[in-house]
Structures are given as structure tokens and as C-alpha cells.
């Protein structure tokens, strides 16, 4: 069994390849407790080796390797490259991209063969763009809408006061009409305009699919119509990774 780990910036997802596939396993923060207890914390079977995507810096990195060698578990990290499972890397140094922004685009190439827009919503919002064949076109990095909110509450004198007595937003609403739902609706709208516009900006005449995915895809996927939620885009990008 090949276990299949997508280490975020705050957040841990698990999973086994099955059959060329994904099983999930489970999904857990991991920044108050600390990624080895929180892997500890999935109850995760035992696998013949491993395979992550690591984005949550060189300290989480070293949590991770350490959690491995005590397990006796043989982990590769995967990194971009120029060219793999179908996928041709736009970034002259492949590395600066995201090792989950390229499992994520490995799994939408599984998907389809058409262009498509790989939206990523977690801690930070990636937009990654790729044409028909699995050419990789480029894409953008926005603060998530956590981080956006939160900048708001922490960069001026009155939003955090003014949210916290807000009023929930009504079903329905054009226009927010309290603090907290103007604020979170505008991150938003924020984030599906980028996807929308970026959709424009994929050559050809078909237009492309959008896989979103990450903890924020359902709030997007609200303004996203045609967009499709594939919650574990990443494991299933690291499981044909796993083939290579």
C-alpha cells in the first residue's frame, strides 16, 4: 500500500492509493498540535511507503521525516519538475512552483485531457492555468479568504468590533448590510472574479473546466457555477505521481 500525504500550510490530508486511485483517510490541523501528532491522530494503517506534497516550510518538513522514521516508513517528497504524468511545467525553475499546485495539476491532467483552471482554496487561493494536453500555462496566488479577512480585522481601527457584532448574512442578499458579511462576501467575490477572469484568458475556443479544491472550495463553488468540487485533488495528483 502506498499512503498518499498532502501537507498544507495548516492543515494534514491522508489517503491510500487504491487501484491507481484515492481512498481518503482523513484530514486534520496540525499548527497547535503539531503535524506528528496530528498524523498520529488519523490512526493511519500501515504502508509499504509514502508519498507527500509539502508546502508548510522547511520546520514541518523535518516533522514530517522525523514522524516517517519512526514508523519505518519509506517517504519521498515530490517536487515539480519539467515534465511528468502528462503535465509540462511552465516555470523555467520548476521548483518555485507549489509541490501541491503541481500534484493538484497531475490529478486535473487525470481528469481530462481538455484546458482547464486548477483552483486551490486554502490558506492561500492558487489559480493555475492549463491548456489542452497538459500544458501548464501558469497562474496566480492570492491570500485566502481567511487571510483576507483577517488582514481587514487587524490593519484597521474599527472592522474586528464592528464584525463581531454583525449580523449573519440574510439568504438572498445582493449586497451585504453589516460589517461581517461585507467582508467575507467581498473576499470572495475577490476569489471568483481572479477564477473568472483567468477562465478568459485560456487560449482556445472551448472553455475550460474548473476543478476547485481545498477547505474554501464550497464557499467558491457557490459563485462558480460550473465549476466542479474535487475535495481531494491533490491525493489523487500525488496517486498517478505514485505511478511514475
Known sequence: MILLLDVGNSRVKAGLRVDGGVR?????????????????????PR????????????EVAAALEAWAEGRRLPLERIWPCAEAAGVRCAYPE??????????????????????????DAGSAITVDAMAAGGRH???????????????????????????????????????????????EEAALLAAAG????????????????????GGGAQ????????AEEVPHLVLEGLAQLASE
Open 219 to 226: 464557499g467558491l463553488a457557490r459563485l462558480l457555477e460550473s
Open 24 to 44: 481518503f483517510l482523513g484530514a486534520s490541523a496540525y499548527r497547535e498540535t503539531g503535524l506528528g501528532a496530528a498524523l498520529d491522530g488519523l490512526d493511519l
Open 194 to 213: 481572479l477564477v473568472a477572469e483567468a477562465g478568459r484568458r485560456v487560449p482556445g475556443e472551448i472553455p475550460p473546466k474548473v476543478f476547485l479544491t
Open 137 to 183: 500555462l501558469g497562474g496566480y496566488i492570492l491570500p485566502g479568504i481567511a487571510l483576507m479577512v483577517g488582514s481587514l480585522w487587524s490593519g484597521t481601527g474599527d472592522l474586528a468590533g464592528f464584525s463581531a457584532a454583525s449580523e449573519a448574512a440574510a439568504a438572498g442578499d445582493a449586497f451585504p448590510v453589516d460589517t461581517r458579511p461585507a467582508i
Open 47 to 58: 504502508a509499504d511507503r509514502g508519498i507527500a506534497a509539502v508546502v508548510g516550510g522547511a
Open 94 to 119: 520548476p521548483r518555485r512552483l507549489g509541490a501541491d499546485r503541481w500534484a493538484a495539476l497531475v490529478g486535473a491532467r487525470a481528469r481530462t485531457a481538455g484546458p482547464c483552471l486548477v483552483v
